[in-house]
């Protein structure tokens, strides 16, 4: 169990990192494009899609299990290590496939909302500093107010006027 949680957290780091590096840059998949499909079909200059980055979650599920397969299958061999030959190898086979794909969209998820920050910072700014200023206002309005003393208006004797009981009588309806 202990080997599975290391192995884990590995993945997800693997997969922060290989999603950083491919919102870097795209190189190899812009080369497997150009192998695979004709000119028509082939990706624009300014498209930034990779084999994690900017992909729906099948391509990228698709991606990291064969790339996690294929270095298990070098690793089976090529050292005397057995990864499919026990319960344990293929737990981590599976751990490190999982980790790999959530480490993506912990990478996505930073990255993004590092962007947006950058992009709302300076409104942000000026948003603190308005309410700040405002505030500074408001308590100086209070200070004032405590400090002058505020005579009320006398109020001007009510003209005497009919209960409603005698408004009744006088209509007749009592």
Same mark, same amino acid.
């Given at each position: 169990?202990?080997? %599975?949680?290391? *192995?884990? #957290?590995?993945? #997800?780091?693997?997969?922060?990192?290989?999603?950083w590096r491919e919102s870097n840059g795209n190189g190899a998949y812009r080369f497997l494009n150009k /192998?695979?499909?004709?000119?028509?079909?082939?990706?624009?200059?300014?498209?930034?899609? @990779?084999? +994690?980055?900017?992909?729906?979650?099948?391509? &990228?599920?698709?991606?990291?299990?064969?790339?996690?397969?294929?270095?298990?299958?070098?690793? %089976?061999? /090529?050292?005397?290590?057995?990864?499919?030959?026990?319960?344990?190898?293929?737990?981590?086979?599976?751990?490190?496939? +999982? @980790?790999?794909?959530? @480490?993506?969209? *912990?990478?996505?998820? +930073? *990255? &993004?909302?590092? !962007?947006?920050?950058?992009?709302?910072?300076?409104?942000l700014e000026d948003i603190v500093h308005d309410t700040i200023e405002k505030g500074k206002d408001f308590? %100086?309005? /209070? !200070?004032?107010?405590?400090?002058?003393? #505020?005579?009320?208006?006398?109020?001007?004797?009510? !003209?005497?006027?009919?209960?409603?009981?005698? &408004?009744?009588k006088d209509k007749g309806l009592l």
């Amino acid at each position: 169990m202990g080997l %599975e949680l290391v *192995i884990f #957290i590995v993945a #997800i780091l693997f997969g922060i990192f290989l999603y950083w590096r491919e919102s870097n840059g795209n190189g190899a998949y812009r080369f497997l494009n150009k /192998l695979v499909n004709s000119k028509e079909l082939q990706m624009t200059a300014d498209n930034p899609k @990779g084999f +994690v980055f900017k992909q729906a979650f099948l391509p &990228r599920l698709v991606f990291v299990v064969s790339f996690v397969l294929v270095f298990a299958l070098i690793l %089976e061999f /090529l050292t005397p290590v057995s990864v499919f030959g026990s319960y344990n190898g293929i737990s981590a086979f599976s751990s490190f496939a +999982v @980790g790999t794909l959530i @480490g993506t969209y *912990i990478a996505n998820f +930073v *990255i &993004r909302s590092s !962007k947006v920050i950058e992009e709302k910072s300076d409104s942000l700014e000026d948003i603190v500093h308005d309410t700040i200023e405002k505030g500074k206002d408001f308590i %100086e309005d /209070l !200070k004032t107010k405590d400090a002058e003393v #505020i005579e009320e208006p006398k109020e001007a004797p009510k !003209k005497e006027e009919k209960s409603a009981r005698e &408004r009744l009588k006088d209509k007749g309806l009592l």
